[in-house]
T-cell receptor, first 112, second 116 residues
Framework: DAKTTQPNSMESNEEEPVHLPCNHS???????IHWYRQLPSQGPEYVIH???SNVNNRMASLAIAEDRKSSTLILHRATLRDAAVYYC?????????????FGKGTKLTVNP | GAVVSQHPSWVICKSGTSVKIECRSL??????MFWYRQFPKQSLMLMAT?????????EQGVEKDKFLINHASLTLSTLTVTSAHPEDSSFYIC????????????FGPGTRLTVL
């Protein structure tokens, strides 16, 4: 499984935008970039995913570099409920088992 | 989004006993279910992948005779921790996916197992 690298932790203030980076220099052409988040003592929650183009949804935006070797999850206005561990995961769709393998993630702290 | 439930949400058992954890997809049919384990302050570790009606595929280092997985229907998978020991105490999380391809994966709320 291709590896991702994320900062261990980040801090933000409430109502400010947050940019969570992820490096994935060994990404292959068939790998989708997925983001999940996990609140304390809960199962992970899907946030967003993309392949090449930037993606927007109700929760966040995903900006993917042109060479696909990095991506950034953008929370436009952080709230206290966004405090969680955010996982960036590559998911292979051909020749692999299509399983999600979690790395260490980034722990996001949101200050009031 | 789709809902995945787990039962029980927590369980405490004595060393040497077996514990069964259920994972259900409530409003969709899950062709594939996954079981993860998470120790405190660590990330999720994939234990096994199960497809409905077939044997589970275990990740390297996970004992299949100790962690029995059954995926008998499209909405239910069970994980049985046999002869549990204190080192098996962990947060067990299941997830379910509708079909093959890059479909979204839905996670259950987790089951906290404590072995005394």
């Amino acid at each position: 499984d291709a590896k991702t690298t994320q900062p261990n932790s980040m801090e933000s203030n409430e109502e400010e935008p947050v940019h969570l980076p992820c490096n994935h220099s060994t990404i292959s052409g068939t790998d989708y970039i997925h983001w999940y988040r996990q609140l304390p003592s809960q199962g992970p929650e899907y946030v967003i995913h993309g392949l090449t183009s930037n993606v927007n949804n109700r929760m966040a935006s995903l900006a993917i570099a042109e060479d696909r070797k990095s991506s950034t999850l953008i929370l436009h206005r952080a709230t206290l409920r966004d405090a969680a561990v955010y996982y960036c995961i590559l998911r292979r769709t051909q020749g692999g088992s299509e399983k999600l393998v979690f790395g260490k993630g980034t722990k996001l702290t949101v200050n009031p | 989004g789709a809902v995945v439930s787990q039962h029980p949400s927590w369980v405490i058992c004595k060393s040497g006993t077996s514990v069964k954890i259920e994972c259900r997809s409530l409003d969709f049919q899950a062709t594939t279910m996954f079981w993860y384990r998470q120790f405190p302050k660590q990330s999720l570790m994939l234990m096994a992948t199960s497809n409905e009606g077939s044997k589970a595929t275990y990740e390297q280092g996970v004992e299949k005779d100790k962690f029995l997985i059954n995926h008998a229907s499209l909405t239910l998978s069970t994980l049985t921790v046999t002869s549990a020991h204190p080192e098996d105490s962990s947060f067990y999380i299941c997830s379910a996916r509708r079909g093959r391809g890059n479909n979204e994966q839905f996670f259950g709320p987790g089951t906290r197992l404590t072995v005394l």
